[in-house]
């Protein structure tokens, strides 16, 4: 029979300090997220309403009550759609590429090296990229795609890690059987490896959505100010609320200024909204629950 080791004064008074440093740390971590959610909600809150929600800014002066966001919240919908279905297939495929075929030669090195690049690539860099290649080079005008094209260079790194760190998590146990069977390499990753890794992907999509949705600077390249309700993102400039937000808050009222939180609230909402919709796609879509 074995006797419960007796623990010393010295060695509890030291687990007590380490686990209140690592509560300290979480209220620490804590603290800064909930005053920005606190700060933005009780200031936005006095604008946000149906007005705010389905009027744009057309007509408006710079001291005028009233006005909204529908022109902006459009925008930021159609680009950020638009570098999902630009940044996820390239970056999902480029994540199987490096797990399932890569097998560390010289390419898969490449990729990498260039992955890890292009992830601290300061925002502006991208927006100046698609600016001098795609409107000044090419001549093509400012809209709604040439600021999709600069959001999806920052979201496919982020698309690319998260899909490659979820698809290294896939036990080879299921490939080894599923090949067993004699199945084909790409049926056992698009009927196994990925249905298996779906939830990870999904949040790793949604980490890489909640990134590029706020993003400024690119858009203040690419696609320009407009007050007009643009639903076309291929033809002409087209608003996005990061652009509302920041274009309200440089304008010297008290009327504008309540017009930019109002953005920034609708902004969280909309990225928390978009989270939800793709965790619930995601249990949906689990292995899990079909069991």
């Known amino acids: 029979m074995t006797t419960i080791q007796h623990i010393s004064t010295g060695r509890r008074i030291k687990d007590r300090i380490v686990q209140g440093l690592v509560y300290l740390a979480f209220a620490l971590a804590v603290v800064p997220l909930v ?45 950020v759609l638009l570098s999902s279905l630009i940044s996820v297939p390239i970056g999902l495929l480029t994540a199987i590429y490096l797990v399932e075929y890569g097998n560390g030669g010289r390419l898969s090195r490449a990729i990498s090296f260039f992955v890890d690049v292009m992830t601290g690539i300061p925002s502006v860099v991208a927006g100046l990229f698609v600016l001098a290649f795609w409107i000044l080079f090419l001549g093509m005008p400012y809209s709604g795609f040439a600021g999709a094209m600069a959001l999806s260079i920052l979201m496919m790194p982020t698309v ?24 084909a390499k790409w049926r056992t990753i698009l009927k196994v490896v990925l249905p298996t890794a779906f939830t990870g992907i999904v949040t790793g999509v949604m980490l890489a959505v909640a990134r590029v949705a706020g993003e400024t600077a690119p858009l203040l390249l690419t696609v320009f100010f407009t007050d007009s309700i643009n639903n076309d993102p291929f033809t002409g400039p087209q608003m996005g609320l990061p652009l509302y937000v920041f274009d309200q808050a440089a304008r010297p009222n008290d009327t504008a200024i309540d017009r930019a939180w109002t953005g920034a609230l609708t902004l969280i909402l909309i990225v928390m909204l978009l989270n939800l919709v793709a965790r619930l796609i995601a249990w949906w879509r689990s292995p899990a629950r079909r069991r």
């Open 35 to 79: 005053s920005v959610l606190w700060l933005v909600i009780s200031n936005g809150l006095a604008r946000f309403d149906l007005t705010f929600l389905t009027h744009s800014m057309r007509g408006i002066g710079a001291r005028d009550a009233g006005g909204g966001a529908y022109h902006a919240i459009i925008g930021t919908l159609e680009q």
């Open 160 to 183: 690319v890690r998260s899909a490659e760190e979820m698809l290294r998590l896939v036990p080879d146990d299921l490939r080894e059987a599923s090949y067993a069977l004699g199945v």
